[in-house]
């Protein structure tokens, strides 16, 4: 537990995750009926730019700084104004209370997520570290819609699953302190979650230093039985050093349909933006497309009696 996030709140990983996170939440805001949130690894909920952890790495200056040019648009390739997903995202940072002045504040997952939820949707935020637990608990005590777990996400997924709005989001979101043995934690994680909520939408972010660290989870991911699997990935550097975050990459459990339509333009812009030497190579394609359940049985049998 000595993961803090308040040193790499706003990097390139952050900005890929909560982009892809709004348009999950948008895709959800599509449909009336209330939603759930579930974010089985919340942190604290909001990180100042300007504090001694997050100036201590500087990792947002290469994420959510390059963001910040007033001719952004330009430099993403994009003409004079960014894809409508990622200019939406930023506006919704830049209007939080305390940042007026420009950017100061980087809000959480949790924080992003209130402030695209509405009236009638809840969330339910897990956080095993005390002090980041409280607070969270501090940011949200007036909002009712936001309830806090100091526990274990993993094992509070047992007891939070289906949610009672029966439709909604789980983001799993860990430090990867244990390393390769997380990948292990989510899968066993996610497996149970299927089972209790088999169409909930999963989003689970991962780290990418070495692509082979990372290979046996995507396969996992291809047969774990969701429908659709989505993967969106950004690499600022080459995938073949252990030593650094060479990139991260979300992964979309039942997405939300044409949510690839939707993240294509978005990611083309991050490349530009947050490529470092070079624009960053990024993917997004299917793990898995077919209809989950048991196996259909062929037709040719059929067609074969009947003849
Ligand atoms: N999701 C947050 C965001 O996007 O703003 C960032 C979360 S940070 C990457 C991971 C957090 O998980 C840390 O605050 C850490 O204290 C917490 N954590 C570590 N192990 C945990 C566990 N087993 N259950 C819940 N939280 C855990």
């Given at each position: 537990m000595?993961y803090?996030?308040a ?5 390139f ?26 974010d ?28 910040l040019?007033?001719?952004v648009?330009?430099r ?9 997903l990622?200019?939406?995202w930023?506006?919704?940072?830049l ?14 997952s ?12 809840s ?5 095993l ?35 009672k ?6 983001l ?6 244990a390393?390769e043995a997380?990948?292990?934690l ?16 999963y ?12 290979q ?11 429908r ?14 252990p030593?650094?975050l060479?990139?991260?990459?979300m ?9 690839d ?7 083309r ?14 993917r997004?394609d ?22």
């Amino acid at each position: 537990m000595n993961y803090r996030h308040a040193y790499h709140a706003g990097n390139f990983a952050d900005v890929l995750k909560h982009v892809v996170l709004t348009a999950l939440i948008d895709a959800l805001k599509a449909k009336p009926a209330p939603f759930a949130v579930i974010d089985t690894h919340a942190g604290s909920g909001c990180y100042a730019l300007e504090g001694q952890e997050a100036e201590k790495t500087g990792e947002w200056r290469e994420g959510i700084g390059r963001l910040l040019f007033p001719d952004v648009g330009a430099r993403a390739g994009t003409g004079s104004s960014l894809p409508p997903l990622l200019r939406h995202w930023l506006d919704s940072l830049l209007a939080l209370p305390g940042n007026q002045q420009g950017l100061k504040l980087y809000p959480g997952s949790p924080l992003q997520a209130a402030n695209a939820m509405r009236a009638g949707d809840s969330a339910q935020l897990c956080e095993l570290h005390p002090e980041e637990a409280t607070r969270l608990r501090e940011l949200f005590h007036h909002d009712k819609r936001m309830h806090v777990h100091q526990r274990d996400g993993y094992e509070a997924l047992k007891g939070l699953l289906p949610p009672k709005e029966k439709r909604g989001l789980v983001l799993i979101d860990p430090p990867y302190e244990a390393q390769e043995a997380e990948y292990r934690l989510i899968e066993q994680a996610l497996k149970a979650a299927l089972v209790r909520w088999p169409t909930g939408i999963y989003a689970v972010w991962y780290p990418i230093k070495l692509r082979s660290q990372v290979q046996p989870f995507l396969r996992w991911l291809g047969h774990c039985g969701a429908r659709r699997v989505l993967r969106a990935e950004l690499l600022v550097h080459p995938d073949d050093s252990p030593l650094r975050l060479n990139g991260s990459g979300m992964a979309i459990l039942n997405a939300p349909w044409k949510l690839d339509e939707t993240l294509r333009e978005p990611l083309r812009a991050m490349s530009r933006l947050l490529g470092q030497e070079r624009p960053a190579e990024w993917r997004l394609d299917w793990l898995a497309e077919e209809a989950a359940g048991p196996p259909q049985p062929s037709p040719l049998p059929h067609s074969r009696s009947r003849r």
